[in-house]
Every structure is written in structure tokens, then in C-alpha cells.
């Protein structure tokens, strides 16, 4: 799991990005797209309220809308210019900063159809089982702490709830880490997580039936700095708590794209991502969810009194 990750940093790399997101983000709008193709083959789902958690410049949100177009979609980034970018693609709206939200279906309180909520994923300013789907596209890598996270995503959820999310695996940007790795030995690539331990958070933090896999993507560059000047556009820099503070210099930069020439095919310089794909439901009322370390069941009280011996 992810650690140790500058907070402060990943908003303001992320509100910088704002403007140049959508112009930058080819692999991003793909990945999104993909995973919402998981939304196809589920029958009966018609979700009143969702929430997309790292919505960015909110071009999930409105194929969400789209696809639901009965639904409230709260549209939650960490970064407010994230959210400014987003109103601009979507219908008119207030902002609500940390402000919970009811947890009444949207049947009976529609509200309006896109709320922006500048929050953490760590810390979701929403109500107890007041979200029908929680879909999150390439955000999970970002948190310090990914259990906290998925643990947020499971409380907000109703019984039965889908969460739908996608996430960088460790063999993501392997050709730039083991170039800088060459250079110096300070932090300077993130460290993502693997489908195996996804899959165990998942099942810790009370879902069920996870379903997970993977898919690698390959992106071309003629040098390094086209690499990194991409990786600036989206916002994705460098957020570890224990990397240099100073600008690296041209020479180490120069050392850098000396040791990446060797992975160079065909006349360009590749960049792997893997994309860990996952989905899940919140327990119905009754089944028995983990909770510190063991299953707790929960189920109305009318079941106990009409389960009584005569």
C-alpha cells in the first residue's frame, strides 16, 4: 500500500493541471471509459445517487449522467480547480466544502443533478449508506492510505451498493523508476498497488464478490522530457513526503535520460502503465460484514422479534 504521500502537494499539482488535464490525459479518458464497460452487463441497476471520487475535470460525471439519467451524481475532487473545470462540463451547481449530505434517496429529495464536494477520498464528507454507486477512476494510487479509502467508500454505500473503481499497478511508469533508479536512490516514482493486496483491502473493508483484473497500456515518447512534461500536464509529479524539495539539475536530468535510452524500441522511448480494474458490492442487510478482524452481521430488528420461539 501506498505511504507517506504529501497531501498539500497532490491538491496543488492537481489544481495546477486544472486547464491542461483534458488536453493531456489520452490514457486517463481511455481507462475511465473501460471501466465504466463493466456498468454494461449489470441488469437492474439503476442508481438514484453517485458519487465519482477523483472526478477531475468531471467528464466521468457526465457519462455517468448519461447513463443514468435519473441519478444525482456528486462530482469530489481533492483539488477545487478540479471542480471549477468540472462545473464547466456539466449542468449549474453550488459547491459544498465538507458539508455531509442527507442520506435520503434522490427518489424523494431529487437535489440538483451534479453537486460538487471538494473532499479528501480519505475522508468522505457524506452520509452512512446514502450512495448507490461509488465509481473512481485512477484516484485510489493517490491516497496515503488505500484501506482508509476503500473502508469510506463501503461506509457511504447502501446495502448492496456497487463500488466501481480503477487503479495504477506496480508495474506502472517500471521504465522511468529504474532509470532514476540508475542516477540516484531517492524517491521519484510512486509506488502503486498490487491487484493481489486490492483485492485483500476489498474484502477488509466488508464487500463482497470482489471481481478484479488487470490490463497494461504503452505509451510512446521521443524523449524523457516529453514523459515528464505529460506527467506535469495531468498533475501526476512526484508526491512522496521523502523526495527533494529543490529543482533537479540538468545534468541529473541529462544522467536520467541517458539511462532510459536503453529500454528506446523502434525509435521511441516506452512508458508502461497497469491498470488494476476492480468491482464489488456492499453487503445486503443481514450478511455479515468484516469488521476489525471478524464478521458482524446487522439486519432489522423485526427479523429478530418474528424469529422468536413460541
Known sequence: MSAGLDRGHIRRAFGRAAA??????????????????HLDGI???????????GCGPGDGCVALRARY???????LDLALPMLREALGRTESGSFSVGEALPS???????????????????????????VDL?????CLQWC???????AEFRRVLRPEGLLLFSTFGPDTLKELRAAFAEVDRGPHVSRFIDMHDIGDG?????????????????????????????????GATNADARRQRSLTGKAHLARVDTAYERFR???????????VYAIARAPAPGQPRRERGGDVASFPIERLRGSRRR
Do not use: K, N, W
Request: with cysteine.
Open 134 to 138: 461509488v465509481h473512481s477512476s485512477l
Open 202 to 234: 476489498l474484502l477488509a473493508s466488508g464487500f463482497r464478490d470482489p471481481v478484479l483484473e488487470r490490463e497494461d497500456f504503452t505509451l510512446t515518447y521521443a524523449d524523457v522530457r516529453s514523459l515528464m512534461h505529460e506527467l506535469r500536464a495531468i
Open 43 to 53: 441488469a437492474d441497476f439503476a442508481p438514484g445517487r453517485i458519487v465519482d471520487v
Open 265 to 275: 524500441t523502434d525509435g521511441v522511448l516506452p512508458a508502461t502503465y497497469e491498470v
Open 20 to 37: 491542461s488535464y483534458a488536453a493531456h490525459s489520452p490514457l486517463q479518458s481511455e481507462v475511465a471509459a473501460r471501466l465504466r464497460e
Open 144 to 150: 496515503d492510505d488505500p484501506g482508509l479509502a476503500l
Open 104 to 130: 435520503t434517496s434522490t427518489e424523494h429529495e431529487p437535489g440538483p443533478a451534479f453537486l460538487p464536494v471538494c473532499a479528501d477520498a480519505q475522508a468522505l464528507p457524506l452520509a452512512d449508506a446514502s
Open 69 to 75: 439519467p435519473h441519478a444525482q451524481v456528486i462530482a
